[in-house]
T-cell receptor, first 112, second 114 residues
Framework: AQTVTQSQPEMSVQEAETVTLSCTYDTSESDYYLFWYKQPPSRQMILVIRQEAYKQQNATENRFSVNFQKAAKSFSLKISDSQLGDAAMYFC?????????FGTGTRLTIIP | DAGVTQSPTHLIKTRGQQVTLRCSPKSGHDTVSWYQQALGQGPQFIFQYYEEEERQRGNFPDRFSGHQFPNYSSELNVNALLLGDSALYLCASSFGGLGNTEAFFGQGTRLTVV
């Protein structure tokens, strides 16, 4: 079974600054994927970034990047140049055979 | 492309009743997964349908059942509703086999059991 832990229930950051959200996971599988999803008040889960476990290179999508430490089973999300539209719940998730296992989420507040 | 659509958006049911939630996947997708998201929690996997068959199931009782139609749309049925079934129910669609392709989510159905 896979488990995902997000230890920061809430985070806040000044607009234009950088923030890092933490995530650790546990799995016995060698083939898995890791994701960060964003859930705004509209409730729809939106994929932010994805990382294949077999790739050593950290994924990057514009202002979003991850720090993937496979041995430590750590998968943090860095948001650079934070914008007001980044305010949302952020969920870390692992995937095996298209079954997603989510953490409990981190509520990110952007301070103007 | 309308993306993943779910209906209804909100629903209020009485304890003991039965409910059916519906999901239309993103165009081109053939796999539908259902998740339950309790207030303040992350989504929990209920089950997944592929080729009209239940392919995987999470730790949910048999009161939760589903169906997938030939056009890949899906229904989630919950019998004998309990107060604890109150949650946001999310549908996600993806394409193909067990390749960990990207899942696209709908906006969910908010179910309240009173």
């Amino acid at each position: 079974a896979q488990t995902v832990t997000q230890s920061q229930p809430e985070m806040s950051v000044q607009e234009a600054e950088t923030v890092t959200l933490s995530c650790t996971y546990d799995t016995s599988e060698s083939d898995y994927y890791l994701f960060w999803y964003k859930q705004p008040p509209s409730r729809q889960m939106i994929l932010v970034i994805r990382q294949e476990a077999y790739k050593q290179q950290n994924a990057t999508e514009n202002r979003f990047s991850v720090n993937f430490q496979k041995a430590a089973k750590s998968f943090s999300l860095k948001i650079s140049d934070s914008q007001l539209g980044d305010a949302a719940m952020y969920f870390c998730a692992s995937s095996r055979n298209e079954k997603l296992t989510f953490g409990t989420g981190t509520r990110l507040t952007i301070i103007p | 492309d309308a993306g993943v659509t779910q209906s209804p958006t909100h629903l209020i049911k009485t304890r003991g009743q039965q409910v059916t939630l519906r999901c239309s996947p993103k165009s081109g997708h053939d796999t539908v997964s259902w998740y339950q998201q309790a207030l303040g929690q992350g989504p929990q996997f209920i089950f997944q349908y592929y080729e009209e068959e239940e392919r995987q199931r999470g730790n949910f009782p048999d009161r939760f059942s589903g169906h997938q139609f030939p056009n890949y749309s899906s229904e989630l049925n919950v019998n004998a509703l309990l107060l604890g079934d109150s949650a946001l129910y999310l549908c996600a669609s993806s394409f193909g086999g067990l390749g960990n392709t990207e899942a696209f989510f709908g906006q969910g159905t908010r179910l309240t059991v009173v």
